[in-house]
């Protein structure tokens, strides 16, 4: 079987996954099947039979497990989004520009994609000016006190995740050239390393977002190990970040608190409230959001309460757990789905990762081997970084969770970073052939 | 690079692995951890699927608590309904979607759902989900009598105040009356009318179950503990000798009987009790000095939370209290024993508390633990648990508590608290008079055991307590004590 035999199998099966869990929604919600959820299904699967052809054109020798895999992380986000909110069909307009973003991606770029190396310094300008972007006066708006959002008037997106993508093509090119040179360990060659954990620092302090500092700052860990092998600079870097974070933690209050919430989200005696400013137990104030989603991520058990037979919301129709279609899309999965449905979900990342680790070590030369992991590493980081929020493992940071929480910017960015995979692994595959 | 690739990989698979862990930790290890916090408004809304058991009398059989079914979303919701509205609010409690659960409904949450059973009816549970049909909890009988119930708190009427009623042979809970009182019903959706009552007292909080978390100067009534402190010395004997000038010198100061004008003289300790006669008290409390007393207090269940089926913060211990904090000195010089030893000095106690010390003593000595709950019924009808009496411990010893017992019915007969006797039985009982200083503002007590005879053991045993008050405790709560103990001995011809 060919890889692309292969992905028009897997997507056949995701478009099945797909038609049935939104067949089960409508099912726990209206007690009788509705036409309608096959035809989404249907156009669900429709859509991304017409990006496999794009990709049987112009990247005939990809992987053929990614684009399913991304198929079904989209059918988990679809429907859970449907689940949550039946009236905003807005998810399903995003993913339709995403996968319209991967064909245009792949089509432009369908010859060499390595023409981005020569653009290395315009992309690290992109990603410093995108990080930026959100702090700038008029058009950067504040979300509950993180600055993550530009508001351009006709359209809102969250430059940061166009960012990390500008980040990694950049570290890519830049590391290849330079990678010898830093392996040497000379001083003056950890100015550039200085001054990216400079501008982590500066991001935490602007937007008050340690999440994607965190991301970033980890993606460039990850490349610098990779293109030099030196694991010490891992370990100086990490110090470094550990360092500034520990710093500014008692410099900033927003970073301060996300941190007193992780640490302790429940109280037995009030406490000082930041949003009311009076005295009330933690978990009825700061740490709400995260204590109610871990009721949410509890009350599934191992087996899950069925798609559709969650608690979200109290009988009056009141919001049990605020940002479930965003932040907290993973404890409503949790809830609805159990143990067994999250861990199912968290396991199509993990070979969604695998996948993209391959390419990387497929792949001939030093930029697509760089540019392969560092998107893959992202990719996996931020899975890490917000389900870990959510489960407590790290700070709870808004983030999105790739291809499944609600968010135009977010998904079309990660269609973006599969049409990179895609066209990494066809070129690698298409050489090894010849 | 490709080494350094692989190993960047099995990092990566890591921290995304790290997830299934975490995930796994939270939905079956602290899974039950999680259900079991009160602000767990989702599990809170996922029980209102179960069809929660009643809360009933058994004698007359009556529903304190039942369900309302509604059709929400296109699944049935078993809303609360409380039949019997003020009446047992306290005790009963609520539980809404909106305000959390309080009283038994929130203590006993886990039988009322089922999610606390024993194995067959966990099969049952575990089949109606399985069959799509809704779970059963299982049915709670109480203790209550609720005829005695609306009698006590006809009786407290708009006084704030509480009447605690007990079997002290078993412990059973026959009346738990709180006043002002609240309409459960209204919790959910009309929360403010709540507080938007009359009651003659300064601070009305009908939320509060004054019978078990109410503290209140406990006045004369503490005499009965003192008078057993005193016997269990072995110091003093009810012919104990005393000289009564009216007064009492406590580190130099004066502190009067309660009627000044007519000092008793040479008098013995019975007759002091009889006739509450504080400077006796404050003598022997001197001689005895204050850990003694709070021993003796202790043996009778103070200094702990009484144990009662309701939650914990719905219960609280009684003694001494500084700054709002439960306070056992260490040294005997930290308390005035004088004034203690009648009741004043700091000393706080609970209704609940104080039946339990008449009870004890109307029984040979013998504290049982309160119980306001018979038996939990599963729905087919099983005893899923059936509260056994359990003896908390002797308190004093028998001759002792005969010897107080004896005094509390001459109090009755002849004494401060003649308006509690009734025809038929033997009642034992003792006033108090909690002096706030402040005309019309005292807390006025009875507390009392009734027997068949002198020589049998109680049978009941009750205490009343009573806010802002301008008369005494023996012509305020007494006739509210004989009314309420009548309104339960009438139905007891052969028990």
């Known amino acids: 079987m060919t890889a692309r035999t292969r992905e028009l199998v897997g997507l056949v099966l995701a478009g099945l996954i797909a038609g049935t869990a939104l067949a089960t929604v409508t099912l726990a919600r209206d007690a009788e099947l509705s036409p309608s959820a096959l035809t989404y299904g249907g156009l669900f699967l429709a859509l991304y039979l017409a990006a496999h052809v794009v990709v049987r054109r112009t990247a005939p020798y990809a992987d053929g497990a990614l684009l399913p895999l991304a198929a079904v992380l989209t059918a988990f986000g679809l429907t859970m989004n449907y689940r949550l909110d039946p009236s905003g069909g807005r998810q399903a307009l995003w993913v339709l520009i995403g996968v319209a973003g991967l064909c245009a991606v792949l089509v432009v770029l369908r010859h060499d994609y390595r023409v981005l190396e020569s653009y290395r310094y315009l992309f690290g300008v992109a990603a410093v000016v995108l990080l930026l972007l959100p702090s700038a006066p008029v058009i950067g708006r504040s979300v509950e006190g993180v600055r993550l959002w530009v508001d351009l008037g006709v359209v809102q997106f969250q430059p940061g995740e166009l960012a990390k993508i500008c980040l990694v093509v950049f570290l890519a090119g830049y590391l290849r050239e330079k990678r010898e040179v830093i392996a040497q360990g000379r001083i003056k060659d950890f100015g550039p390393l200085l001054a990216i954990w400079g501008a982590a620092m500066l991001v935490i302090v602007q937007t008050n977002d340690l999440g994607s500092a965190l991301l970033n700052f980890g993606i460039f860990l990850a490349m610098l190990y990779v293109a030099t092998g030196r694991a010490l600079f891992v370990a100086a870097g990490l110090a470094l970040f550990v360092g500034g974070a520990t710093f500014l933690y008692t410099a900033i209050d927003r970073v301060n608190q996300r941190v007193t919430i992780w640490l302790a989200p429940w109280t037995d005696e009030p406490v000082y409230c930041s949003q009311t400013g009076e005295l009330l137990l933690r978990q009825d104030c700061d740490s709400y959001q995260l204590v109610k989603s871990l009721y949410s991520i509890g009350n599934g058990g191992f087996g899950g309460t069925g798609l559709g037979e969650g608690i979200f919301r109290a009988p009056d129709g009141a919001e049990l757990i605020p940002a479930l279609r965003t932040d907290f899309i993973y404890s409503a999965i949790a809830q609805e789905l159990g143990l067994v449905g999250a861990a199912a979900l968290v396991l199509v990342f993990m070979v969604f990762v695998a996948r993209g680790m391959r390419i990387a070590l497929h792949a001939q030369d030093g930029f697509s081997k760089l540019l392969a992991a560092g998107l893959t590493f992202g990719f996996a980081l931020q899975t890490f970084v917000i389900v870990g929020g959510v489960l407590r493992i790290v700070p709870l940071t808004g983030i999105t969770l790739p291809f499944v929480s609600y968010g135009g910017t977010s998904i079309v960015a990660n269609f973006v970073l599969l049409a990179l995979l895609l066209l990494v692994s066809n070129r690698a595959n298409a050489l090894s052939r010849t | ?495």
């Open chain 2, 1 to 495: 690079m490709n080494r350094q690739i692989v190993r960047l990989t099995y990092v990566a698979l890591a921290l995304v692995g790290a997830l299934v862990v975490m995930t796994t930790y939270w939905q079956t290890w602290a899974a039950a951890g999680l259900a079991d916090r009160q602000d767990n408004a989702i599990k809170r809304v996922a029980e209102f699927a179960v069809d929660r058991g009643l809360i009933l009398t058994a004698q007359p059989r009556a529903r304190l608590a039942r369900n309302r079914p509604r059709e929400v979303g296109g699944k049935t919701l078993y809303f609360r309904a409380y039949p019997q509205g003020k009446l047992t609010a306290h005790l009963v409690g609520y539980s809404t979607v909106g305000k959390s659960r309080t009283g038994l409904e929130r203590s006993l949450n886990d039988y009322l759902t089922a999610s606390r059973a024993n194995l067959s009816t966990l099969v049952d549970s575990a089949l109606d989900e399985l069959r799509g049909k809704p779970i059963k909890g299982n049915h709670v009988v109480t203790t209550l009598d609720l005829e005695a119930q609306r009698v006590a708190m006809q009786q407290l009427g708009d006084q704030c105040g509480a009447v605690v009623a007990l079997d002290p042979r078993t412990g059973k809970v026959r009346v738990l009356a709180s006043s002002p009182s609240f309409d459960p019903n209204l919790v959910e959706d009309r929360f403010d009318q709540i507080s938007n009552i009359t009651a003659r007292c300064r601070n009305p909080s009908p939320l509060l179950n004054r019978g078990s978390a109410g503290l209140f100067v406990p006045g004369s009534t503490f005499k009965v503990i003192t008078a057993a402190a005193a016997l269990e010395s072995r110091r003093f004997t009810p012919r104990s000798q005393f000289t009564d000038p009216g007064y009492c010198l406590v580190y130099g100061r004066r502190v009067n009987n309660f009627d000044t004008s007519r000092p008793f003289g040479r008098i013995d300790l019975e007759t002091a009790l009889v006739h509450s006669v504080n400077s006796v008290f404050c003598n022997i409390g001197k001689s005895l000095r204050a850990k003694r007393i709070l021993d003796t207090a202790r043996r009778f269940g103070f200094y702990e939370r009484p144990p009662l089926e309701t939650p914990a913060d719905e219960r609280r211990p009684s003694g001494l209290y500084d700054d709002g904090r439960l306070y056992y000195p260490e040294e005997n010089p930290d308390v005035d024993a004088g004034r203690m030893a009648f009741g004043q000095e700091r000393m706080l106690v609970t209704p609940l508390q104080m039946a339990m010390v008449a009870g004890a003593i109307g029984n040979g000595g013998r504290l049982f633990e309160p119980q306001a709950v018979a038996r939990i019924v599963s729905p087919r009808g099983d005893v899923v648990l059936r509260q056994r009496p359990r003896l908390i411990r002797q308190a004093v010893s028998r001759p002792t508590a005969d010897a107080v017992a004896r005094m509390m019915r001459l109090a009755v007969s002849r004494g401060t608290g003649t308006a509690a006797q009734i025809p038929g039985w033997s009642v034992g009982g003792k006033t108090g008079t909690g002096e706030t200083g402040v005309a019309g503002s005292n807390t006025t007590w009875f507390i009392a055991f009734a027997s068949r005879d002198e020589s049998s053991p109680a049978e009941l045993a009750i205490a009343v307590v009573l806010e802002n008050q301008a008369g005494t405790g023996g012509a305020t709560a007494a006739p509210i004590a004989r009314a309420v103990m009548q309104a339960i001995l009438s139905q007891r011809g052969n028990p």
